[in-house]
């Protein structure tokens, strides 16, 4: 099944900056998504992103909060804008592949 | 809408012991259930799917309909079976969203 490298890690920001999390899979891929795992609690899907289209975003999140880019079918980022410290949580990208989905290792965010 | 139920957010058992985590589901079409599980420090991993129907590292899940249920079961319980696990359910057709219960973290005691 498929790959998924995401970076950063971690990372620590200031309220009212923007972080962009890449994720690149080592196959090609039609779907990509999107989660937030706030801390104790489970996976939430942000957005859907397919290649050629604009993301599809769940009930809660918006497009100027969490601008999201797939500009093929190997690629996504996700940047959290105008940060708060509500923000804080771990990001999480996935992809469908072969019996299921892949899952990327993750980014840690806290903002200060 | 979808809803996936995990009701025991810690479930603690000793080595050799049995252990069923549950996993209730709320859909009203023909959902497609998947356990995923996630050791320390590793990314999460899918464990089982119940189209597969396959026993993975001796875990078995099996979709009960009437009781809108998909349990995970393992007859022993090793040390290396600690981790948290996620029950998810995929909505039928060409919807690929994943809806997630909030996760039993096992530990599985000497």
């Known amino acids: 099944s498929a790959v998924i490298s995401q970076k950063p890690s971690r990372d620590i920001c200031q309220r009212g900056t923007s972080l962009t999390i890449q994720c690149q899979v080592d196959s090609q891929v039609t779907m990509m998504f999107w989660y937030r795992q706030q801390p104790g609690q489970s996976l939430t899907l942000i957005a859907t992103a397919n290649q050629g289209s604009e993301a599809t975003y769940e009930s809660g999140f918006v497009i100027d909060k969490f601008p999201i880019s797939r500009p093929n079918l190997t690629f996504s980022t996700l940047t959290v804008s105008n940060m708060s410290p509500e923000d804080s949580s771990i990001y999480l990208c996935?992809?469908?592949?072969?019996?299921?989905?892949?899952f990327g290792s993750g980014t840690r965010l806290t903002v200060v | 809408a979808q809803r996936v139920t995990q009701p025991e957010k810690l479930l603690s058992v000793f080595k050799g012991a049995p252990v069923e985590l549950k996993c209730n589901y709320s859909?009203?079409?023909?959902?497609?259930l998947f356990w995923y599980v996630q050791y320390s420090r590793q990314r999460l991993q899918l464990l089982l799917r119940?189209?597969s129907r396959e026993s993975i590292k001796g875990f078995t899940a099996d979709l009960n309909k009437g009781e809108t249920s998909f349990h995970l079961k393992k007859p022993f319980a090793q040390e290396e079976d600690s981790a948290m696990y996620y029950c998810a359910l995929k909505s039928g057709g060409s919807n690929y969203k994943l809806t997630f219960g909030k996760g039993t973290l096992l530990t599985v005691n000497p």
């Open positions: 859909y009203s079409g023909s959902p497609e």
């Open positions: 996935s992809a469908t592949s072969g019996d299921g989905y892949t």
């Open positions: 119940h189209i």
